[in-house]
């Protein structure tokens, strides 16, 4: 069956190994047939979560007129979200966990997601530098009952370029293709 995904891009960069992984999930993707809509959080203005719980006394309307209605609208028709990110101090960025926070607004109504990957670029030498972000993003997903289906962490990356050539690739791309 078809899918439906949102994915939500962390990297501030315009040039970015995050991007890249992000584009050869996409082209698995939508090769399988999948829609897929992207947002590059860091490009778009969206104002950290004010904790007032009115999206609990009005169901699902957050008080802050800003982009983030355009990805909450987009969340209420997806069955699949990818949370792509660098890792910035063994998370994700300040973006796009202000993102994640501004979901609050649809925890009462309820998450039409039933499935949520992980994808994330960083520097350090081993995988294990995505321990912290994994470990959120599992909370995450038993909390909001999505059903984890893809994990890729690829580590070295320094510059942009240093992504070329790189099985992460490839994994994001078949991870596209079977999700
Ligand atoms: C503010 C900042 C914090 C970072 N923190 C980490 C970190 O904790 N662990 C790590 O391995 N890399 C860290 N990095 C490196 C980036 O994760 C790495 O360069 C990544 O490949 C950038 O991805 P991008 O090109 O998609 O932005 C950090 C970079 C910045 C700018």
Request: proline share 4%; with cysteine; charged share 25%.
């Amino acid at each position: 069956m078809n899918k439906n995904i949102v994915i939500l891009a962390g990297s501030p960069r315009k040039v970015s190994s995050t991007d890249r992984l992000v584009a050869a999930f996409t082209e698995g993707a939508k090769g399988a047939g999948h829609n897929v809509t992207t947002f590059r959080v860091a490009d778009m203005k969206i104002g950290g979560c004010l904790g007032c719980n009115h999206c609990f006394q009005e169901t699902g309307i957050c008080v802050q007129k800003d982009d983030m209605q355009t990805i909450l609208d987009a969340l209420r028709k997806a069955d699949t979200l990818i949370l792509a990110s660098p890792i910035y101090y063994w998370g994700v960025t300040s973006q796009l966990k202000c993102v994640i926070d501004r979901t609050y607004a649809l925890l009462k109504e309820g998450s039409s997601v039933k499935f949520a990957a992980l994808l994330m670029a960083c520097c350090d030498d081993t995988e294990a530098a995505g321990d912290p972000p994994i470990a959120m993003f599992r909370q995450i997903c038993a909390y909001m009952k999505w059903e984890e289906v893809g994990i890729i962490v690829a580590p070295r990356l320094n510059n942009p370029k240093d992504i070329n050539d790189r099985p992460e690739l490839d994994q994001a791309k078949q991870l596209g293709m079977k999700i």
